[in-house]
């Protein structure tokens, strides 16, 4: 497996991310999803990598530059067929890594509260990630937590 930053043309990455939404359409009411789509993280100040096993994406997460200094985790996600094999941990490992070589000082995410999380929200606590407020433009929303770190 390899970690390669993706331009988000090809059209296995885009099945993930539809996935993705779906997952998170299902379980999160609409005003309290902040996944992104593909138009969404075709911009900028957005960093996208993909993890991919025999050319195909089994993975995937990005980062947002907020500031000069502080990036958002955005579109964390491993296909259901991948899961349990420490590729998330991997890739944060890397999205880690990258943020720091970018010179981010500070990462923070939004994911959400319910049960369907936890196993998410257990990645970022073991990778250092402790909760805090929202910030950038979120809200306080029952449906989301808010975590950060220092790189």
Same mark, same amino acid.
């Given at each position: 497996?390899?970690?390669?930053?993706?331009?988000?043309?090809?059209?296995?990455?885009?099945?993930?991310?539809?996935?993705?939404?779906?997952?998170?359409?299902?379980?999160?009411?609409?005003?309290?999803?902040?996944?992104?789509?593909?138009?969404?993280?075709?911009?900028?100040?957005?960093?996208?990598?993909?993890?991919?096993?025999?050319?195909?994406?089994?993975?995937?997460?990005?980062?947002?530059? %907020? *500031?000069?200094?502080?990036? /958002?985790?955005?579109? =964390?996600?491993?296909?259901?067929?991948?899961?349990?094999? !420490?590729? @998330?941990?991997?890739? %944060? *490992?890397?999205?880690?890594? /990258?943020?720091?070589? =970018?010179?981010?000082?500070?990462?923070?995410?939004?994911? !959400?509260? @319910?049960?369907?999380?936890?196993?998410?929200?257990?990645?970022?606590?073991?990778?250092?990630?402790?909760?805090?407020?929202?910030?950038?433009?979120?809200?306080?929303?029952?449906?989301?937590?808010?975590?950060?770190?220092?790189?």
């Amino acid at each position: 497996m390899r970690i390669i930053v993706d331009d988000l043309s090809g059209p296995k990455i885009a099945h993930l991310l539809t996935e993705h939404l779906a997952d998170m359409r299902a379980i999160t009411p609409l005003e309290s999803k902040h996944a992104l789509d593909l138009d969404g993280l075709r911009t900028p100040d957005i960093t996208f990598w993909s993890v991919l096993d025999d050319n195909t994406p089994v993975a995937c997460g990005a980062i947002k530059r %907020l *500031d000069e200094t502080h990036a /958002e985790l955005k579109s =964390m996600r491993t296909a259901t067929t991948h899961r349990g094999r !420490g590729i @998330a941990a991997r890739l %944060l *490992d890397h999205i880690l890594t /990258e943020s720091r070589r =970018m010179g981010f000082t500070r990462l923070s995410l939004e994911t !959400g509260s @319910a049960d369907f999380f936890t196993p998410a929200r257990t990645l970022y606590e073991r990778a250092g990630f402790t909760y805090c407020e929202p910030f950038a433009d979120y809200r306080p929303d029952p449906h989301s937590v808010f975590l950060t770190r220092t790189l």
